[in-house]
């Protein structure tokens, strides 16, 4: 396992980076411009990765969960499952790239959780915080990026890819209005309850808006990923 997250990712080894929200908040778009902007200006790797999956086991875990071969089981068996998949996922690829000094970028992680089968899905936080110990541990986020956006909106986005291609709802995508509703909420009474890792961004913006807000906290939060210069350059990079 990692040691406890330090503020300087040079000292600390790896940055862990995770990107949570509603459906459609845009964050996959989100990741994939941090990562490029990373790799052009802080000379550090960047891992991308998702959950539920980011290693082989956890991703063959992740089509049982979008199929909703788990749903009949209830919430808790869903979270078990959620955290069987990231239990192999933290200890083949996250804490290994994490000790390689590299910055990982992570699309939805613990907070998904504590919103999904937690506050939506009605599982008590008690069982949320005694999974999140002791299959986390102290692989914690350093920065936490909630892409907020109103669920309607967010939905119409992705019945919009959807259509684009020929995919339909996935297990959570289906669910009721209120279903996401409550997730929004509980994803920003997370960022109100821990403001020292997670930031919030407003996803209603067009993309490159979004891009901004993103780089703009990325690089208040942890200035050593994004300095002024890109690492071996000679001139300034742009600014956030
Ligand atoms: N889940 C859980 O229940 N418990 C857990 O512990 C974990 C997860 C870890 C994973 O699904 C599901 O697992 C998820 C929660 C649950 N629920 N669902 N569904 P997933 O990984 O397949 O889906 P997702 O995480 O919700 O991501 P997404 O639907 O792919 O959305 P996104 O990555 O946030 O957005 P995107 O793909 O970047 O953009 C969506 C569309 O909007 C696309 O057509 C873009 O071109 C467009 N877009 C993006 N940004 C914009 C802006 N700014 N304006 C306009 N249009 C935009």
Redesign the pocket.
């Known amino acids: 396992m990692t040691g406890p997250r330090l503020a300087d990712p040079a000292a600390a080894g790896g940055t862990f980076i995770t990107f949570e ?1 509603g ?8 990741i994939a411009r941090l990562a490029a902007t990373l790799r052009a200006r802080s000379g550090r790797p960047v891992c991308v990765t ?3 999956g980011g290693s082989p086991r956890a991703e063959e875990i992740r089509a049982a ?2 199929d909703g071969v788990a749903k009949p089981y209830g919430p808790f068996a ?1 979270a078990l499952l ?1 955290s069987a998949a990231r239990i192999d996922h933290l200890d083949r690829l996250i804490r290994p790239a994490l000790r390689r000094g590299e910055t990982v970028l992570c ?3 613990i907070d ?2 504590r919103a ?2 937690g506050a939506a899905g009605g599982l008590g936080p008690g069982i949320v915080d005694a999974l999140e110990r002791v299959v986390v541990g102290p692989t914690r986020p350093d920065l936490t990026l909630i ?1 907020d956006l109103a669920p309607e909106s967010g939905l119409a ?2 019945a ?2 959807g259509a684009r291609t020929g995919q339909g709802a ?1 297990r ?2 289906a669910e009721a209005l209120d279903f996401h509703v409550r997730l929004r909420e509980s994803f920003l009474a997370i960022a109100g309850a821990e403001p020292d890792r997670c930031a919030v961004i407003d ?1 209603s ?3 490159d808006a ?1 891009e901004a807000a993103v780089r703009a906290a990325v690089a208040s939060r942890l200035p050593a990923l994004l300095p002024d210069r890109p690492a071996g350059a000679g001139r300034s990079g742009d600014a956030a």
């Open positions: 929200g459906e459609g908040a845009g964050k996959s778009t989100q998702r959950e539920p969960l979008l869903e959620f699309d939805r992680f998904s959780t999904y089968q892409l986005r992705a919009g890819r996935d959570f995508e996803a913006r067009d993309p979004v």
